[in-house]
């Protein structure tokens, strides 16, 4: 069996990566060692400029299976600032819906989908043109590549859980606290995942919700729908992405702190680059497009991260923002949080 693109990981960036290669024209295999739907700690926010890269994909979730999100609140203490998002809505849904929607629109595409296939298992997987590592922050295939150096690297921990509740909000809320953030994301009219970060790997969202008294509270009593799932989060810049024939997409490419809410809308963004790039056939077009993508997360990433290295800081701050709330909302224009 033979194949132009073989990706290698079936998670959001393979499926986006495959769909946007198969729109190019390209004959696509998706080979990923778990089965779907396939889910992973997230905080399952998308930020509108990856909605939009969605939208140019054909992947379009209707209103049963995702929220809109209108913006992004910081709570802290007794402050708290809002912002809504300057350039229309983002998206909140479940993993495990997001990936059946992107694996039925591979599909209907008609990108081979090879499930619970892995990559170093001797399993026979189709000769290919490209080989394209879409596999996640342990990728197999970058360390194949030789492509694990780093430029940069720094790990943290997220834990999420999902509550049985009416959300309270249209918002994406960050909780700020001594030792970690939590965030919470309204997924569904009666649901909402609720993620913890933070630098130490032993904290569970239970201990670390008692430094949140009010969120707490409004948890109580709330159904748990799903059990606690736990995944790194890492902030890495890699040398390089590809080498050869070989190259990377989505968290195995490099990734910024979940705190940025980032990692989606970047592989959506590597899809359509290296789509473009594989059908010039120079993928040093698509390092530097990963390249000049990473920039502008990396940098929000780096800014919250050392707010929550200095806690006060951070507090001062989001008092004065909290007095002068459109200071808030130019600063995440002026991020361009909300697009690319
Ligand atoms: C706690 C937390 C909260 C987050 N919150 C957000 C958020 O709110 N918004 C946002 O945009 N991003 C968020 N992120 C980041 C986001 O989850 C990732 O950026 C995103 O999942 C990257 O997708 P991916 O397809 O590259 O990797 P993954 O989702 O990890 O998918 C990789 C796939 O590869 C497969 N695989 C692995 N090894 C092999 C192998 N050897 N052979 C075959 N298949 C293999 C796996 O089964 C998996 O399906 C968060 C991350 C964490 C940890």
């Known amino acids: 069996m033979r194949t132009d693109v073989l ?43 990856g909605v939009a890269v969605l939208h140019r994909l054909g992947v379009r979730p209707s209103d049963d299976d995702a929220l809109p999100l209108r913006g992004i609140r910081f709570l802290d203490g007794g402050a708290s600032v809002e912002a ?46 490209w080989l394209v590592g879409a596999d996640g922050q342990n990728s197999c295939v970058r360390h194949a590549a030789g492509l694990d150096r780093a430029s940069w690297e720094f790990l943290r921990f997220g834990f999420r859980r999902h509550y049985r509740l009416s959300p309270w909000t249209d918002f994406v809320e960050v909780h700020w606290g001594p030792r970690c953030q939590i965030y919470v994301t309204p997924v569904s009219p009666d649901e909402i995942g609720v993620a913890l970060l933070s630098r130490d790997s032993h904290l569970r969202l239970d201990s670390a919700l008692e430094e949140f008294p009010e969120l707490q509270k409004r948890l109580q009593g709330a159904e748990a729908s799903s059990a606690e799932r736990g995944a790194v989060t890492v902030s890495r810049r890699l040398r390089r992405v590809f080498r050869g024939r070989t190259v990377l997409v989505g968290d195995a490419s490099g990734s910024v702190d979940a705190i940025a809410g980032e990692g989606l809308s970047l592989s959506f963004h590597h899809a359509i680059a290296l789509s473009d790039a594989l059908c010039s056939g120079q993928l040093a077009s698509y390092q530097a497009e990963h390249s000049r993508l990473a920039r502008r997360p990396a940098f929000v990433a780096g800014m919250l991260l050392s707010l929550d290295r200095v806690p006060w800081l951070r507090r001062s701050v989001l008092r004065v923002l909290a007095l002068k709330p459109p200071v808030f909302a130019r600063l995440l224009t002026s991020l361009a949080v909300d697009q690319h």
């Open 7 to 49: 990706v290698i990981g079936g998670g959001p960036a393979g499926l986006a990566t495959a769909i946007a290669s198969r729109l190019k024209g390209f004959d696509v295999t998706v080979a990923d060692a778990a089965r779907p739907p396939i889910d992973k700690a997230c905080g399952e926010g998308i930020l509108p400029a």
């Open 84 to 129: 809504p998002f300057q350039f229309g809505p983002g998206l909140a849904l479940r993993r495990t819906r997001l990936h059946q929607i992107l694996a039925s629109r591979a599909s209907e595409l008609g990108v081979r989908l090879l499930w619970g296939t892995r990559l170093d298992d001797g399993s026979k997987l189709p000769s290919c043109r």
